[in-house]
Structure formats: structure tokens, C-alpha cells
């Protein structure tokens, strides 16, 4: 079974420029989630869909975040503008239906915002 | 507020011996633990759970123990290898974890050394 990829695994921007990542779940998987992982932190939650549509996206900043996830498949996360303080790995995850258990994680991508 | 903790960023042990990585909670909502393995430069992989209903969950080396009362779990590996150096993130769970809004700990950096 391929797992979830995730592209690109690094990126450099400057602040105030926008960024896009691409996750690509395993097949079939219905739940996809994005998550934040800041340096020294765990894992953050910031959004979660089930199908093509929005369960939980709480702890999302809207002012400057957002995502999609067309067709329930492939999602995408932007960030416009960037801040310093989004410098982090973001790791998408998906899974069959909602339970925690049965997460697979991506590798990530390593975002740096200078 | 950190609801989950995990107060030791760091564990060295010798090839062979008993890891303990300890994880507090402090949310009585949560019904649901899971621990999660990361590798450098990869996503966190899923590596054992336990329901609020039981007090301890072993599968082959790994074994996890929660205390409710106190509000605490904790893994133990025995016997430690050296491939299990890695970090290991302590997550909690509303709703027997059929929910994935997994809350996560910093981490625990375990070096395993022969």
C-alpha cells in the first residue's frame, strides 16, 4: 500500500509571500487531516475533512490559512501571507474513517520562513 | 494550556534495558492514548494504544499502563534496541478515539545505545 505523500519536503520563503503543500492520501482513505509540527512542540491539529468536507478547522487562522480538499482526494494547504512563526513541518495524515488509531502520517514538509 | 505532557524531552538507555517514557494528562474528557514513533525527517508512525477502560495494552515489546486516577500512562520497552531510537510523541483522545483530533505531547527522545 503507497503511503500518504506529501510535496514539497522543503521549503524557503520570505515573509509576507504565500506557500502551497500538496498531500495526496492513501487511496480510499476518507479522513485527511493537516497538522503543524513547530520545533520542540507535538503535532497540531489544524484541519480535518472527511470526504471533500470540513469536520474540524478550530484551530486554523483563517486570516491567513486555508484548504482544500477537491473531489475528496488530493488536498492542498496555503498560507497567505507568511510569518515568521509559521515556520514549522507541516504533516498531513489520513485515515479510513475518523479514529485516531488508524492514522498514516506523511513525511512533511519542512516550511522556513525568513 | 498543555493538556498533554511529557516532561522529559530526553532518554538515554543502554541496549538490552527496560525505556520508560512517562505522559501526564490533565483533560478527565480524554478516553483514549495512543503512542506515536517518529524518525528524523519521516512522519509519526502509530505504535500502541489503550482505552480509558483498561489499564494496560501490551503488544510484543511494548507495553503501555494507565493510571486514570492520577492521570498518567506510561511505555515501557523491554528490551530496548537501538532501532528504537527515535522520538516518541504521547497523544489523547475524546470519544474512544473515534475521533481524530488527536492532542499531542512535545516528545520524548529516546537514544537506545549498544
Known amino acids: 500500500e503507497a503511503g500518504v505523500a506529501q510535496s514539497p519536503r522543503y521549503k524557503i520563503i520570505e515573509k509576507r509571500q504565500s506557500v502551497a503543500f500538496w498531500c495526496n492520501p492513501i487511496s480510499g482513505h476518507a479522513t485527511l487531516y493537516w497538522y503543524q509540527q513547530i520545533l520542540g512542540q507535538g503535532p497540531k491539529l489544524l484541519i480535518q475533512f472527511q470526504n471533500n468536507g470540513v469536520v474540524d478547522d478550530s484551530q486554523l487562522p483563517k486570516d491567513r490559512f486555508s484548504a482544500e480538499r477537491l473531489k475528496g482526494v488530493d488536498s492542498t494547504l496555503k498560507i497567505q501571507p507568511a510569518k515568521l512563526e509559521d515556520s514549522a513541518v507541516y504533516l498531513c495524515a489520513s485515515s479510513l474513517t475518523g479514529e485516531g488509531y488508524g492514522y498514516t502520517f506523511g513525511s512533511g514538509t519542512r516550511l522556513t520562513v525568513v | 494550556d498543555q493538556q498533554v505532557k511529557q516532561n522529559s524531552p530526553s532518554l538515554s538507555v543502554q541496549e538490552g534495558r527496560i525505556s520508560i517514557l512517562n505522559c501526564d494528562y490533565t483533560n478527565s474528557m480524554f478516553d483514549y492514548f495512543l503512542w506515536y514513533k517518529k524518525y528524523p525527517a519521516e512522519g509519526p508512525t502509530f505504535l500502541i494504544s489503550i482505552s480509558s477502560i483498561k489499564d494496560k495494552n501490551e503488544d510484543g515489546r511494548f507495553t503501555v499502563f494507565l493510571n486514570k486516577s492520577a492521570k498518567h500512562l506510561s511505555l515501557h520497552i523491554v528490551p530496548s534496541q537501538p532501532g528504537d531510537s527515535a522520538v516518541y510523541f504521547c497523544?489523547?483522545?475524546?470519544?474512544?478515539?473515534?475521533?481524530?483530533?488527536?492532542?499531542f505531547g512535545k516528545g520524548t527522545k529516546l537514544s537506545v545505545k549498544p
Open positions: 497523544a489523547a483522545s475524546r470519544y474512544g478515539g473515534s475521533q481524530g483530533n488527536l492532542i
